[in-house]
């Protein structure tokens, strides 16, 4: 299995973590289809590792469990489907020298809906998840609000209900994240990367500053920060095991698990169960830690049983 590239988090009570012990039952009865003839899209489960129907629908490390939503889509371009319709409009008006317009206009698209869709090619998409039964967090390897809010709707459909709710910081992000910048007030353990980005608060289309692969401490920084410049997004290293880029969000992006981290994983397997057990267990570990750190520093309480 492959790393996660990006976290994008929401929490559940621990009610909702009692519920999700039928996990694997549950996303067992919602697997993947394949996309019918006639269906723009599906949505369903797949297997995080291996390819086969018979393969575990999830994979559980200790209080760690790892899912995968998976999806096919039609490609089939409205500008495509625009085209066949005026050239259809085109002939009629031609041999038959009158307009098509309403209930006739909107029948002749479905007809070539029905002509196209067959054809069409399809993109399959998989996005990873886990959930940390123990701490109540879910962990959607995506920057998208969108795309994890779908894979939540999936997972809310297959077990009935699903009430994970997003982050509600204590403290806010982005004036954090410009003190730690401009002040050097990084919690231990923290340390600045080589990217951020800035931005003019008063305005919603102020000016944007990048910096990357430079000194976060450079006088060209400091600048923007004393004309009242505020971080949005801020790389750092996490105990020089993991690298990021946090944004005023919470989502963390461009994560990236370094040598140090990487050193746990061993080098060899007696299978490929084996490596993804490993991988998924050295993933959760690091991340449990980070996420651990990041609940203390913003003020990410869980939700209570209510």
Known sequence: MPFFKNLTLFRFSPAVAKDLQRLDETLNDHRLRP????EMFTKGFVP?????????ITQSVRHFTLLTVGGEDKMLPAAVVNEELQRKIRKITEQEGRKVVGRERKRLKEDILTELLPRAFVRSSRLPA?????SGWLVLDTSSRKSAEDAISQIREALGSFPAVPLAPEEGPRVLLTDWLANGTLPAGLALGDECELRDPATATGAISISRRQDLGAEEIKEHLRNGKQVFRLGLVFDERL?????????????????VALDGLGESFEDAKAEADA??????????????KLQGWFGLPRPADG
């Open 35 to 38: 996309c019918g003839p006639l």
């Open 48 to 56: 995080p590792v291996g390819r086969e129907e018979h393969d575990p």
């Open 130 to 134: 886990y959930v940390d039964t123990k």
């Open 243 to 259: 690298s990021f880029v946090l944004g005023e969000d919470l989502v963390v992006r461009k994560l990236k698990f370094l040598d």
């Open 279 to 292: 991988t998924f267990a050295l993933l959760a570990s690091e991340l449990e830690r980070l996420l651990d």
